[in-house]
Structure formats: structure tokens, C-alpha cells
């Protein structure tokens, strides 16, 4: 088994590793991809459409790069069955009641067909890896302030909610909460005391921004990420372990302590909302949902056609607020296998890496698949980050592990 030491590899970030090669091409490619993860989180408040120029600036060098330089081999079976998902996606606007909708939708997926391209050329080593990891941190750290900030200054995005201008807050509390496994795992990774201290202060600062939002998935997909810094520290003594238990409960009554109650208590009705409610009505979503799929079972009701099929049932929302629920009702089981087989191929990838990065993968699959049980952020773009992470990362460690 390959345990890849971290102490010889990275001391100081960046410090015994190269993070970007020579040729002034593959600089700017790798600088704007980054760039572009670092505006995904929060990008959109100083101008909406930012991370879009971002990532277009980034594809444009990789095309540069590909004329220039081509391509590697480092693409796997993920690759593959996601271009075959967004495939189906786009065919699938053939019978769609809403063109004009499918259309624009078509568009965003065909930007994830390429930016997933673009991670897999772009982080092919471990050092841009781990700078994709921290440059995210850094962007939920900004995202976070500035939900703060909208607190301290009283600017709501809903009743006693706090959010990021030009984003949804649920989407908002989405990707702070994603942060939470990447700073355990950059914490552990790193030796070097200023990014080690770093990395585990940006997790009670980032759980405090999911308190703002009163983002009841954003909790829950937090609670996947504290567990696994718990994990991480499978290892630490006793004392340690007492004092991580100490600092986590201090942590959870300051937070608890500073944030307004009616936030809080939207958090804590996660529970009854579920045994009791009807999740904000997502379960009357949900059924009515199901009930369109069952018309045309294997191919949906095509893109962007959910709403006009929930008004049959008199249920005004355009999207299923499940994204597994969403993409069955729109493509049908067709959509619904495929969308399953991305989460197959990653798993297959994971299996087969150390024990460590092991947990960290689950960790993060778990992440965003719960993240999506409530929401709709099979088209967003840091699902496709996240799930292209995944991949990128398990298939270098198994690849490490079957060299060793």
C-alpha cells in the first residue's frame, strides 16, 4: 500500500514541489483555472457571469495548450459516462415542452462537458491538486466574510437568512459546507504550522457562514465533513482527542452564541422537517415529480420540462429540488443510469486508493451526493468540480499504489 509521504513532499506551499511547468501556455492554463475555482464560491457578487469569463479564459489557453503541446492519457472511465450523461441531457431537448428553457440549459451542460475536460488536462500532478484544494479554501474563506459581513450590515437574502448577492442560498451554504472536508484534509496534509493552523481555523469560520445561511442541507453536508476531520485525527493521543472535543464544543456554543436564533433554529428543525414536514414542500415537489416520470418512464419528459409537467399537477416549481429526482423525471431512466454510473465509475476509482485518501474520497462522494437529495445542483459547477476532484485524485493515487 502506497502511503505517499506528505512531510517530504510539501513543507511550505508551494516548497519542494513544482507547481507549474515551464511553457508560458501551460502557466496561464493552470493560473486561470485556478483562478476560475477561486471565483466559483463567490465570484458572482461583484459581477454576475464573473466565474463564467473565468472559465472561458481558462478554456481558451487549454485549447492553446492542446494545439501546442496535445494532450495526456490521464482520462478515465468517469470521462467517459459523464460526456455520455450530458450527451443524453442535450438529446433529450428533442421532446421537451420548453425549448427556450432546454436550450439555455443545454448550454450550461455543454461549459461542464468542457470544464471537466479542462481539470482533467489541467491538475494532471499532485502539487496542482492540492493547489486546486487550497485556492477553493481561500475562495470559501472570501465567500464567508462576505456572508458575514451581509449579517453584520443587515442585508438579508431571505427572513433572517444571509447569503451571496446573485446566488441562491442554499447554494451558497452548498459550497461552504464542501469546503469543510478539503480544510480537514489540507490540514492533515500540510507540516507547515502557518497552513496547517490555517486550514483548521477556516472550519469553524466556515461552519459560522453555514449558521448565517440557515441552510439546513449546507448543515448536514457539514456535519460529513466534521466527521471526517474527526477521522483524521484517528491517530492523535488521548490528550489531543480531548482537547479536539473541547475546542469542537466551545466552537458549536460560540457559533450557537453569535448567531441569530431564528437562523439557528431553522437549523435545528432539520430533524422534525424531516419525520414531520414536508421539507418545504419538496416532498409535494417530489411526488408530483414522480407522477410526470411515470408518463414516459424511460426518457423523461425531456430538458427543462419539469415545470410545465408540475403545473399539470398544480405544483408551480420548475426543478425537483432532488437532483436524482429531477434528472429521472426529466430523462427518465436513461439519464437516471448514467447520472448513477458517474457515481460508479468514481467509486471504482476510490476503492482502489490508500486508506487515507480512501476516507477523504467517500468523504467528499458522500459530500456532494447528499448535498443534492435537497437541492438541484446537477448543472452547477461545483458539483462537476468536485466530482472531476474525485476522480483526478483517486485515479492519480491508484495509480501511485499500482507503481509501488
Known sequence: MDNISHSSEVGVFPAQVKLFDPSLINKATVFSTLLFIFLVPWGDSVWDGLPRVAATIALGFAFIQLLVHGTHRNYTYFHFIA??????????????PELVRAEAIAKTITQLIFLTLLFALTIDNKSRL????????????????????SFLQGVESGYLRYGIKNLTIDAVGVFLAISIPFEAYLAKYFKN????????????????????????TAFIVGIVGLLYWVFTQRKSSFIIKLLIGIVMTAGLASIIMFAPKASVDRIFTTGESITE????SRSIIWGGSIEQWKESPIVGVGLGGLGNALSREHINYA??????????????IVGLF??????????????HTPLDEKIFLLSLLMVIVVSQLATHLQTEKITWFIYSMI??????????????
Not at 83 to 96: K, L, N, P, T, V
Not at 130 to 149: E, N, P, R, T
Not at 277 to 280: D, E, V, Y
Open 193 to 216: 504550522i502557518f497552513l496547517k493552523t490555517f486550514n483548521l481555523i477556516a472550519i469553524p469560520f466556515t461552519f459560522y457562514a453555514i449558521f448565517l445561511t440557515a441552510t439546513r
Open 319 to 332: 426543478d425537483a429540488h432532488n437532483s436524482f429526482i429531477h434528472l429521472l423525471a426529466e430523462t427518465g
Open 130 to 149: 492540492i493547489a486546486a484544494y487550497q485556492v477553493y479554501v481561500f475562495a470559501c474563506i472570501v465567500a464567508s466574510g462576505i456572508v458575514i459581513d
Open 338 to 351: 448514467l447520472f448513477l454510473g458517474v457515481h460508479i465509475a468514481l467509486l471504482f476509482y476510490i476503492l
Open 83 to 96: 460526456i455520455m450523461y450530458f450527451s443524453w441531457q442535450i438529446f433529450s431537448m428533442i421532446w421537451s
Open 277 to 280: 414536514g414536508t421539507l418545504n
Open 391 to 404: 476522480a483526478i485524485h483517486s485515479q492519480m493515487f491508484a495509480a501511485k499504489r499500482r507503481d509501488h
